[in-house]
């Protein structure tokens, strides 16, 4: 059974909505939504981003997740079995639901270390990097992201679902995740119970301490909810965009790059072999002098602040 993948006709509407948005931005309120060398630089990253992942997902899709799906899912007697027992998934409607929640929690943990591990960080800050939330910065994705983020979709075709139907899933996904970068959508009521929306992306993009590291969820946010990574927009809070420590250049090489060379560096303020091995693998903003501070440590830090004043 032969599928297209759905991002090859969203490449076209992407484009059109961007600059869709970017004309309405110049008439509404919010004057600063698009900064020209910003958008540049996100669409320099997204060409690039997309033929990278034209060259990844021919290795991981058709040879991987296939040799995978062959040896977990045998044909025995002109029926392909899973070796655990059960008959491998058709292309009924209702298995096509199950894959793209399957999907979806994968994409979840991949999402989520990609926060969690600082290596993995180098690669997805890029998508991070911008002061700027729109849909220009929905393209705006790192390269080496992709070489890794199959690993976490491995046990799909493992357990019976086709390779062909996980990279429908996969594409699905990407355009729910392109559109979710727009400030022009309001919270949507009793979709933010079940969807992942535009507002809590915003979160998910914000630098404020309050919102690091929350909503990693791609189309669900039930995922971020049971493990504990949700939270809504609080319209109090004054969202600031972007990362603690931007790269502070347009030039694409230099934004995919300048975390691998701040791990490097790092790397380099210790002797201790554990503490080089938690500056790339450790929780970002981990240090063996306290001189830099994770999410987790920052926030106690705050709460501290906040009980101090409370006192006071």
């Not at 911008?130 to 705006?140: C, H």
């Not at 919270?187 to 979160?203: A, R, Y």
């Amino acid at each position: 059974m032969d599928f297209t993948n759905p991002l090859v006709y969203g490449v076209p509407f992407f484009l059109a909505l961007i600059l869709l948005e970017l004309s309405y931005s110049k008439h509404s309120e919010r004057k600063k939504l698009y900064n020209y060398k910003d958008l540049f630089s996100s669409l320099a990253l997204g060409v690039g981003s997309a033929v990278v992942a034209a060259l990844v997902k021919t290795i991981s899709a058709i040879v991987i997740f296939s040799w995978i799906y062959e040896t977990f899912n045998p044909v025995v007697n002109g029926v392909r079995m899973n070796i655990m027992g059960w008959q491998s998934f058709t292309y009924a409607w209702y298995v096509w639901i199950f894959c793209q929640l399957a999907d979806d929690f994968s994409y979840y943990w991949f999402h989520r270390q990609n926060h969690m591990v600082r290596f993995f960080w180098a690669a997805h800050i890029v998508h991070h990097s911008s002061d700027n939330f729109n849909l220009g910065t929905a393209v705006r994705n790192g390269w080496f992201t992709i070489i890794y983020k199959p690993l976490f979709y491995l046990w799909m075709p493992a357990i019976g679902f086709p390779p062909e139907m996980i990279l429908v899933c996969l594409g699905i996904e990407s355009l729910w995740q392109f559109q979710l970068h727009s400030q022009y959508i309001p919270k949507l009521g009793w979709v933010e119970k079940i969807f992942n929306t535009h507002t809590m992306h915003q979160v998910h993009h914000a630098k404020n301490i309050e919102y690091l590291d929350k909503n990693h969820g791609g189309f669900l946010n039930i995922f971020d909810r049971i493990f504990g990574t949700w939270k809504p927009l609080d319209e109090s809070i004054a969202i600031e965009f972007g990362v603690t420590l931007p790269p502070n250049s347009y030039n694409p090489m230099v934004i995919l790059t300048h975390e691998y060379a701040n791990i490097w560096s790092d790397m380099k303020k210790s002797s201790d072999w554990k503490h080089k091995f938690l500056y790339a693998f450790g929780p970002p903003g981990w240090s063996h002098d306290g001189s830099t501070l994770t999410t987790r440590q920052a926030r106690e830090e705050m709460e501290k602040l906040k009980g101090l004043q409370y006192k006071n």
